[in-house]
């Protein structure tokens, strides 16, 4: 066994070894590439660390220069805002960044930069060049905004251990009632599954400080099995971002449906307001407040609105991405309901993610929730205690720049205080993942 352990920590420290080894020797070759201006392999070296590299301000700057001059403008315009955000006080990265918002005939976000160049007091030369842009800048007409559109469509399978999150007891024993045999829908059922899932994003970037967004996101899952459970699941949302100095601001409104053999069981409609302060490189705080109306088409004794305020840490350092969410919320259920269908929400959340190399990334997500009822069911002498776990891994093998190979394994357990709510889920899939613009 000691043989056993002592092969595998070697193994496993050479293989990181390895992936450290080339991550750095990568560097020298991609800046060389970029200097005998060999834009367009040193685009495809760039693109093939990105997955493991980006965030890294060195090498945002060579992948962002590039794409500019490969003409990928909008990879530009991403990598080289990440640069000057992580280093402001540098001339360089802010006049290629100026260049590539003008490939996109966005004058104002490029007159904002070269502004922010002439405050860092540059070499004359560079002033008198950087004032002649400005000049003719505003002079020029005006400025027209620019649309981004991305897509993706994801196809798996899978195997679910529990689809309609039913308890495991066919027969529970009720107060005043004696044992009582479940009705079938209330009992857990198994199946496999194949699934669909595709997004458009289309975001317009008026200025650096000012972006919008329309995001439509479909998934259906039609099950092998148990065929009335199949369910398609719309998410629709549309806001608006506004940047000043460390901070961004966001207002989202979104609506999701969700049809439930065809039928539609549920609509939730909701608005957020959040806002993002960057505490330091790689470091971002969020807060938002939150307001959700839920109705259910099926069983109205269940509508509820419901309120969330949560704040959530955002922190990235080399291969490791790392965010811790906290949330507190209300659900106030419809008076003809009662209040046993009202009740406070506690939540608590980590998604961490891991980069390999450029081709494999890792994640894991843990979410924790407590759910307290505000008053008793009737046929219950308490009130109703939840509390639910849910543990989430996820592996994605990049095979082309827009095609991902994606594992997915997920467990939740719904721990209650009354018997019949008791339920495990336990879900895995696989499938092929498509990217484009």
């Not at 093939?48 to 060195?58: I, S, T, V, W």
């Not at 529990?162 to 009720?174: K, Q, R």
């Not at 439930?260 to 960057?278: C, E, F, M, P, Q």
Request: proline content about 3%; some cysteine.
């Amino acid at each position: 066994m000691a043989n056993l352990m002592k092969t595998i920590f070697i193994f496993c420290f050479a293989f990181l070894l390895s992936v450290i080894v080339s991550a750095q020797s990568s560097y020298p070759i991609l800046e060389k590439k970029i200097q005998l201006k060999q834009y367009k392999q040193a685009y495809q070296q760039a693109l093939k660390l990105r997955a493991q590299n980006e965030g890294d301000p060195r090498f945002d700057y060579l992948y962002g220069l590039s794409a500019l001059q490969t003409g990928h403008f909008n990879e530009a315009v991403f990598a080289l805002d990440r640069v000057t955000v992580a280093t402001p006080n540098v001339i360089r990265p802010r006049l290629e960044l100026a260049r590539a918002y003008l490939k996109l005939n966005n004058k104002t976000a490029a007159l904002k930069e070269f502004n922010d160049v002439l405050s860092l007091s540059p070499p004359a030369n560079v002033e008198r060049n950087v004032s002649s842009y400005i000049s003719q800048l505003n002079t020029g007409g005006s400025q027209a905004s620019k649309t981004v559109i991305k897509q993706l469509a994801e196809f798996s399978i899978g195997y679910d251990t529990n689809i309609n999150f039913g308890t495991n007891n066919s027969e529970i024993n009720l107060p005043g009632f004696g044992l009582v045999t479940l009705n079938k829908s209330a009992v857990k059922q198994a199946s496999g599954f194949a699934e669909a899932k595709f997004q458009l994003m289309r975001q317009t970037v008026s200025s650096k400080a000012r972006n919008s967004f329309l995001l439509a996101n479909v998934s259906h899952r039609k099950y092998f099995r148990k065929t009335d459970f199949d369910f398609t699941d719309l998410d629709l949302r549309s806001g608006f971002s506004l940047v000043h100095n460390d901070k961004k601001y966001q207002f989202i409104v979104r609506d999701r449906p969700v049809f439930l053999d065809g039928n539609l069981y549920s609509n939730t409609l909701g608005v957020d307001a959040i806002l993002k302060n960057k505490l330091a490189v790689g470091m971002v705080m969020s807060t938002s407040l939150s307001f959700e109306n839920y109705d259910n088409k099926k069983s109205p004794l269940t509508d509820r609105k419901r309120t969330l305020v949560g704040v959530k840490l955002d922190q990235a350092s080399g291969k490791n991405q790392h965010q811790y969410s906290v949330y507190l919320g209300k659900e106030f259920a419809d008076k003809k309901a009662g209040k046993q269908f009202s009740r406070d929400i506690i939540g608590l959340a980590y998604k961490g993610s891991y980069k390999w190399n450029s081709s494999n990334t890792s994640f894991i997500s843990l979410a924790y929730k407590n759910y307290k009822h505000q008053a008793a069911y009737p046929v219950f002498p308490t009130k109703r205690k939840d509390d639910r776990l849910t543990v989430r891994l996820i592996h994605e093998r990049q095979l082309t720049n827009k095609a991902s190979l994606i594992f997915s394994a997920s467990h939740t357990n719904n721990n209650s205080n009354l018997d019949l709510y008791d339920a495990k889920k336990n879900e895995a899939k696989i499938g092929i993942r498509y990217e484009w613009d």
